[in-house]
């Protein structure tokens, strides 16, 4: 028996400024905030822990590391950046208006977004 095969997953954020990350996800993408420590901050993404490790030393990676399927990134896109959140217009994709890329063969839609740590978010409908 695989010991993995029904563990519930954990996302793990790292982030160099905790407060500052906790002011995003729970002030900005209003994610629910269930317990802060010295170590990090535990979020409940709609029954799915994410945990935000504080990491002295932490340096961004240059793809996505959390993405939301949502129903309407368009939506979404406009509500966020309505609470301050800025959409980035990645190279040699062509976004529209909003930041948000229409996938090819009609695949979906997608957006991308920083925490202030620089850690890549996405939203999508894909």
């Known amino acids: 028996m695989n010991t993995l095969t029904h563990a519930k997953p954990v996302i793990v954020v790292c982030a160099r400024d905790l407060g ?5 996800y729970r002030d900005m993408l209003e994610l629910t905030l269930v ?4 170590f990090g901050a535990l979020f409940d993404l709609a029954g799915t822990p994410m945990r935000v490790s504080l990491v002295a030393d ?11 399927k949502v129903d309407d990134v368009a939506a979404t896109v ?3 950046a309505a609470k301050g959140v800025a959409f980035l217009r ?3 994709f062509p976004h529209d208006a909003r930041g948000v890329l229409a996938l090819p063969g009609g695949a979906g839609h ?7 740590d620089g850690n890549l978010i996405s939203v ?3």
Do not use: Y
Not at 20 to 24: E, I, K, N, Y
Not at 35 to 38: F, G, V
């Open 124 to 126: 999508t409908d894909s």
């Open 90 to 92: 990645l190279p040699n």
């Open 35 to 38: 317990r802060e420590d010295a």
């Open 20 to 24: 500052g990350a906790v002011r995003f």
């Open 110 to 116: 997608v957006a991308w977004m920083s925490d202030p």
């Open 78 to 80: 406009d509500a966020l």
């Open 58 to 68: 932490f340096v961004a990676h240059g793809h996505t590391v959390l993405g939301f």
